[in-house]
């Protein structure tokens, strides 16, 4: 399945409490529950105004999907084709 990159810009997102971020959590992890077909989010960063996740799914549209239906923002969704590190280049995480 695919792997996207999502950029969601949230001003004040690294003001964000932990409260805060668990209460994000369970609204996309009911969204995802709601959306019934393959997806996956895999892990979120928040620096500045923004976060970025990291999920997959079959199609960037799957991705706008959640977002309608969690109430973020989905400002950029990318599919990620390549991935390296200070090793070089490596498969994209599963």
């Known amino acids: 399945m695919p792997t996207f990159l999502v950029e969601r810009e949230i001003p004040g997102a690294s003001k964000l409490t932990c409260d805060e971020l668990r209460g994000i959590t369970q609204t ?3 969204a995802v529950a709601a959306l019934s077909r393959p997806y996956t989010w895999r892990h979120s960063y928040v620096a500045g105004d923004k976060i970025y996740c990291v999920h997959e799914a079959q ?4 991705i706008r999907e959640h977002a309608r239906r969690g109430g973020f ?7 990620i084709t390549a991935v390296f590190d200070s090793t070089g280049p490596r498969e994209v995480p599963v």
């Open 28 to 30: 996309s992890n009911d």
């Open 59 to 62: 199609t960037a549209a799957d």
């Open 73 to 79: 923002p989905a400002n950029l969704v990318s599919e």
